[in-house]
């Protein structure tokens, strides 16, 4: 089956850790993104990436990185320093013409202890 | 830049018509989107109109566009209790960028 999945689900981490979550596509999309997603305040872009190995950064890059070595392959790394990294996180994927939808992952739900 | 903006909640009940507004701020995107989001999942695209449209209809989905305001909406038919979720507008400009979501609330 074609589809975009990110992994884990659930994830905890401790203060001062990095932490890389993982998204994956196998619909040959050029095009992938990161979004934090807090209550009440929507999608919020935070890296995105329309070509293997060249990646932008969002409105609120600040604490995360991430790499486009595959095409298929558009991992998030969240570092220690972002101070507030509790949050669901998204993963999309789309071509590259702007009548296509974005297919989203299931989510990660990251939790700092 | 661009900025998308909805209204954050909205509670029907069973059977009438919900309408969920957005307003945007950059007219370049050639298509604008909604999505839906059930509880801790993911988006999935519902429907979309091309810029150039006034409505666009599917089924119990309404689409209007009003470019002179800036101003998109979304009206549910007929709205069912599965149909509460929340409800994303976005546009694409460079990158997709979204609403912070409305939460519609079904009630009997």
């Known amino acids: 089956d074609g589809g975009i999945t990110q992994s884990p689900k659930y994830l905890f981490r401790k203060e001062g850790q990095n932490v890389t979550l993982s998204c994956e596509q196998n619909l040959n999309h050029d095009a992938m993104y990161w979004y934090r997603q807090d209550p009440g305040q929507g999608l919020r872009l935070i890296y995105y990436?329309?070509?293997?190995?060249?990646?932008q950064k969002g409105d609120i890059a600040e604490g995360y990185s991430v790499s486009r070595e595959k095409k298929e392959s558009f991992p998030l790394t969240v570092t220690s320093a972002q101070k507030n990294p509790t949050a669901f996180y998204l993963c999309a994927s789309s071509s590259s013409g702007e009548d296509t939808e974005a297919f989203f992952g299931q989510g990660t739900r990251l939790t700092v202890v | 830049g661009e900025d998308v903006e909805q209204s954050l909640f909205l509670s029907v009940r069973e059977g009438d018509s919900s309408v969920i507004n957005c307003t945007y701020t950059?007219?370049?995107?050639?298509?604008l989107y909604w999505y839906k989001q059930e509880p801790g999942a993911g988006l999935q695209l519902l429907t979309y109109i091309f810029s150039n449209m006034d409505m666009k209809q599917d089924q119990r989905l309404t689409v209007l566009l009003n470019k002179k305001d800036k101003h998109l909406s979304l009206r549910i038919a007929d709205t069912q209790t599965g149909d509460s979720a929340i409800y994303f507008c976005a546009g694409r400009y460079n990158k997709l960028i979204f609403g912070a979501g409305t939460r519609l609330a079904v009630h009997p």
């Open positions: 990436s329309q070509i293997v190995n060249d990646f």
């Open positions: 950059d007219s370049s995107s050639t298509y």
